[in-house]
């Protein structure tokens, strides 16, 4: 399965003294699966933004240790800083970065909220997604008045807080946790040196937009409402706020944009949204900058938005969407772009973990031919299903891409994206058989000198034993469904390739009949007879089927030869 991530940015009231910052960040770094990836002191606000991305419980954890020090170390009392402020750890927000929804980031804000307000002893109100209600959903609500009027806020009933005593605590204040979407910063490159067309372009985008002029929309008189308030015209971009100004390092005007829900606004609909109001305005917009980090599936999302309007296949690999993206975007405009430094998962990536899929072909082989047991043929059943199925990719991607077939480049494209999904899953599963063979291992290795011992490596051995019967059940299942692709692009796909949807067919049948091998010998070791029976059962359908499958695909492939 793939890794659930969420990002956390607290923000604490101190950005001057670089000792209490770093022993707040060093409990950061104490927490083993959580990874500091920024700190950002400001003398001036008095407050330091830091960065925190991992999977859940770790990230939490990390962010509780943190407030905790921020306690003991930060004295709100003696506070002062341009930002608005009411605690210590002024603000803790989670942020849903992949593989995890807004609703299951939401009970992890109330998780931690709840700990910091029982185990802390001071107030923590929740906000935006996290909100308990409509009022609280809004920071600036939450934290109006801010630390100098928390004491009389919190004797108002309707500011009890969300978790936590409704006591003022003179050193540390109040601590606001909410679950909110991800923030991109992007800038977009112009061909002017102007700000002020660079904001005219800025107002009409951004969801606030400008004030309504009477006549001449830049120096005529504001025009009012019943109310004697100016009148806004929005710009087209929603959850957008942006600005015109003028870099002096690169020379050229800028807009500088924060997305605040890119599920609302992406970065490729932002660009398009820039691009159309310059040429408008007869500016070019040369290329964009991201500061900061962003998710994989955005940078997934703007290859794929591209390559759709040119009625190309999206059914190609990350790191071909990924360089497509770049392109589009002119990510690469101020300065070299590199995913690896840019990408959220991709910093987190631990190479370690995926031995087997980062060799070389040649490596690959080698390894496998070598004295050490594994790779073995779990891992060797899974790769041939893989290149089944990515032969049948190939075919999809071709058939997109043929002359004459321009109308049909949508079918194929959505067959090639299916077959990447399939070829995806299936590589993942090269290194997952050998992991299973490994935890069996670890689990022999165990001590076994007490009975209690004993008992601990008997299950555990049990357990490794199950998950290795699982893992190839699941290949001969990706493989199986991978042949859905390969039949459809026998059939009707590019007739030059047919042969290539065969040979495809041959090596994910091949898949499943070595991964139902490794199903049969480890099931034999389970004392489950309930569940290794009934796997066996459902093994022995699935490998009929996909005989079956690969028949009827062969006749296609013979007929057409």
């Known amino acids: ?90 603000v803790c927000p989670l942020v849903p970065v992949s593989n995890i929804t807004m609703e299951e980031t939401v009970k992890l804000a109330h998780k931690l909220a709840k700990r910091i307000g029982e185990e802390l002893e001071y107030p923590v109100y929740c906000y935006e997604f996290a909100a308990s209600n409509e009022k609280r959903r809004n920071l600036a609500n939450v934290r109006s008045g801010e630390y100098e009027g928390l004491k009389d806020k919190l004797a108002k009933p309707e500011w009890k807080p969300d978790f936590g005593p409704a006591k003022f605590v003179e050193q540390t204040g109040a601590t606001a946790v909410s679950a909110r979407n991800f923030l991109v910063a992007y800038n977009f490159n112009l061909n002017t040196t102007s700000t002020r067309r660079a904001n005219a372009i800025a107002f009409d985008v951004r969801e606030a937009g400008r004030f309504k002029r009477e006549g001449n929309p830049a120096t005529g008189k504001f025009v009012l409402d019943e109310n004697g308030n100016k009148i806004r015209i929005p710009g087209t971009l929603k959850k957008a706020k942006a600005i015109g100004w003028y870099i002096e390092e690169y020379g050229i005007a800028q807009i500088s944009m924060n997305l605040t829900d890119i599920s609302v606004t992406s970065v490729h609909k932002a660009w398009d949204a820039v691009v159309d109001s310059a040429t408008k305005r007869g500016i070019r917009v040369t290329g964009s900058e991201l500061v900061g980090l962003i998710p994989l599936q955005a940078m997934l999302d703007a290859g794929k938005h591209f390559l759709r309007k040119q009625n190309r296949s999206l059914g190609v690999d990350d790191t071909e969407l990924i360089k497509i993206a770049v392109k589009s975007l002119g990510l690469d405009d101020l300065k070299p772009f590199n995913p690896k430094e840019k990408i959220i998962e991709y910093i987190l990536e631990d190479e370690s973990t995926k031995p087997l899929i980062n060799m070389t072909l040649s490596g690959f082989t080698n390894e496998t031919a070598s004295e050490s047991p594994a790779p073995g043929g779990g891992s060797i059943s899974a790769y041939m ?120 067919a041959l090596a994910a049948r091949s898949g499943v009949m070595g991964a139902f091998l490794n199903v049969k010998i480890n099931a034999s070791g389970l004392k489950d007879r309930a569940f290794a029976d009934k796997i066996l059962k459902d093994g022995e359908e699935l490998q009929e089927k996909t005989i079956a499958l690969e028949k009827e695909i062969l006749n296609i492939v013979n007929g057409k030869i």
């Open 385 to 504: 299903g893989a290149m089944g199925v990515a032969l049948g990719t190939m075919v999809a991607n071709l058939s997109s891409h043929k002359a004459g077939w321009d109308e049909r480049w949508e079918e194929f494209s959505d067959w090639a994206v299916k077959g990447q999904y399939y070829k995806d899953a299936l590589v993942n599963m090269v290194d997952e058989d050998t992991n299973a063979f490994n935890k069996i291992m670890d689990a022999f290795g165990l001590p076994k000198g007490s009975d209690e011992e004993k008992a601990s490596r008997t299950q555990a051995i049990q357990d490794a034993t199950k998950y290795a019967t699982e893992v190839p059940f699941k290949v001969m299942q990706l493989c199986y469904n991978s042949m859905e692709v390969i039949k459809a692009m026998a059939e009707i796909g590019n007739p030059n390739s047919v042969t290539d949807a065969g040979v495809g």
């Open 1 to 90: 399965m793939q890794k659930q991530l969420v990002e956390c940015v607290p923000n604490f009231s101190e950005g001057k003294d670089m000792d209490i910052i770093k022993q707040i960040t060093n409990e950061i770094e104490s927490v083993d699966g959580a990874k500091l990836l920024d700190v950002d002191p400001g003398a001036a606000t008095n407050r330091t933004v830091v960065t925190i991305v991992g999977e859940p419980e770790p990230v939490l954890e990390a962010a509780f240790r943190a407030v905790k020090k921020a306690k003991e170390l930060i004295d709100m009392s003696k506070h002062s800083g341009e930002h608005p402020r009411f605690g210590a750890t002024d």
